[in-house]
């Protein structure tokens, strides 16, 4: 057993009732695996919350972590993953990084397909790097009995479960919300899946690229005639999202009830509320939102513009107010401000092209630079269209302290932490597995022999 998978050993269940915190009659059960406080006052009997972090303490035991995690807000849960691609292990991260153990099943000697997809972090796959820090690897092959035995155990003391795979695949392993709620009525399962455990295309596969096609996404995105799909993996994102929130509402609504819950994300239906917008603008038969490459659909002058010196600026204006400052202060041309082609943000949208020749005009005579420092000064929203290396070097990113570094099995490598400041604690930044590294002390603190 090496010494990271010794130090990743959380130690066992040690529950404490508090008081209640005013004077009642404190009746204490037990709610799969978690202490349930009830409180009788007066006559009036009220179910208090599920104690989870402040009721609920776990033994000393060492654990090895960039922060103090048994002080994050999931310190307490546990989460069990049946988990490959994007969608369940983006979710499952953010899990982790408040705190949560997530244990990773995996296929022996393989692990997770996505670990492979590319080499380009020190041998490992950008995509896996990215999803799996803080978690313990366990390899399982789930065709075995003893191999699915072993697994139902460790569920028996989860909070969580989440999956993604094939449809229908843990039902078959007996796994289904349906089979376990009866033997651990508060475990919250969340499904993952491309369109939903119900309606005629439940059975069908789905892959990143085919939802964002299905979900109309494609019509939207690119230029007129070409379309494009999103440089990322922009459906499993916004599956991993929801399945996120959708557990941590289960959380919250299980410390009320002690009863778990089935969650049923579908990629379609992630990506159908991210298509809102151009979905009402195309309301009642009204035309789509057209094909406008990096251009707003519907506002401008929204988008790239060319500047000298072969640079380009982002800019955006929204209303009147900003336009008319454009054109006296930035293009030094306030006749256009009552222009009949560009009066409106609807006749600057359909004139954009000729639009779009003016402010190039006055643009060639400046740098990009140049060209971003007017438009911050005059207060008109801008931006610099960057590549990754400009990313990866932003000074914002930099002021704000949002780097930091995880181990992993080829070393150390930067990591941003999650998205969002919070003051009052410290995300949880942990090492990213190597296959089974914690297959010895997951099963022999589970009492699982093999």
Not at 65 to 91: H, M, T, W
Not at 102 to 131: A, M
């Amino acid at each position: 057993m090496n010494c990271r998978a010794l130090c990743s050993i959380p130690p066992s269940w040690a529950p404490v009732v508090t008081a209640a915190s005013r004077p009642s009659l404190a009746i204490a059960s037990r709610v799969h695996g978690r202490t349930v406080q009830h409180t009788q006052q007066k006559g009036d009997v009220e179910r208090r919350r599920c104690l989870h972090v402040s009721s609920i303490t776990r033994q000393a035991a060492p654990f090895a972590s960039n922060s103090n995690s048994k002080d994050l807000p999931l310190s307490d849960y546990l989460v069990v993953s049946l988990e490959q691609a994007i969608a369940g292990p983006f979710c499952t991260r953010q899990l982790a990084d408040l705190g949560a153990r997530v244990i990773k099943i995996e296929r022996p000697g393989t692990g997770d397909f996505n670990r492979y997809h590319d080499k380009r972090v020190k041998d490992q796959c950008s995509h896996f790097v990215w999803t799996n820090r803080s978690k313990e690897s366990l390899a399982l092959d789930l065709k075995k009995p003893e191999d699915l035995a072993a697994l139902k155990k460790i569920l028996a003391k989860a909070d969580v479960l989440v999956q993604n795979l094939a449809p229908g695949a843990t039902e078959r392993m007996g796994l289904g919300y349906e089979t376990l709620k009866h033997k651990h009525p508060g475990l919250i399962v969340c499904d993952i899946s491309g369109y939903g455990s119900t309606g005629p295309y439940k059975d069908k596969k789905a892959y990143d690229l085919l939802i964002q096609s299905e979900s109309g996404f494609l019509s939207v995105t690119g230029s007129p005639g070409m379309p494009a799909k999103s440089g990322i993996s922009i459906a499993d994102i916004a599956a991993g999202t929801t399945a996120y929130n959708n557990i941590l509402a289960a959380i919250i609504q299980r410390s009320k009830t002690g009863k778990g819950a089935r969650l049923d994300v579908s990629m379609l239906e992630s990506m159908a509320e991210w298509m809102s917008f151009p979905m009402y603008y195309a309301y009642d038969g009204a035309p789509a939102p057209a094909l406008a490459g990096a251009e707003h659909a519907s506002i401008y002058p929204y988008g790239p513009f060319d500047t000298g010196e072969d640079g380009t600026v982002m800019l955006g204006i929204q209303n009147d107010r900003e336009w008319g400052i454009f054109c006296k202060d930035i293009l030094q041309k306030p006749d256009l401000m009552s222009d009949p082609r560009f009066e409106t943000t609807s006749t600057r949208s359909t004139n954009r092209k000729e639009l779009k020749a003016i402010i190039e005009e006055v643009f060639s005579k400046y740098t990009a630079d140049d060209v971003l420092d007017r438009l911050q000064q005059a207060g008109i929203a801008n931006a610099k269209l960057n590549d990754m290396a400009g990313l990866w070097a932003h000074p914002q990113l930099k002021a704000r302290d949002r780097w930091t570094e995880v181990d992993t099995p080829g070393g150390k490598i930067p990591a941003l932490k999650p998205a969002g400041a919070a003051e009052g604690f410290e995300v949880r930044m942990d090492p990213i597995p190597a296959v089974g590294e914690h297959q010895e002390a997951i099963l022999e603190e589970f009492g699982i022999e093999r």
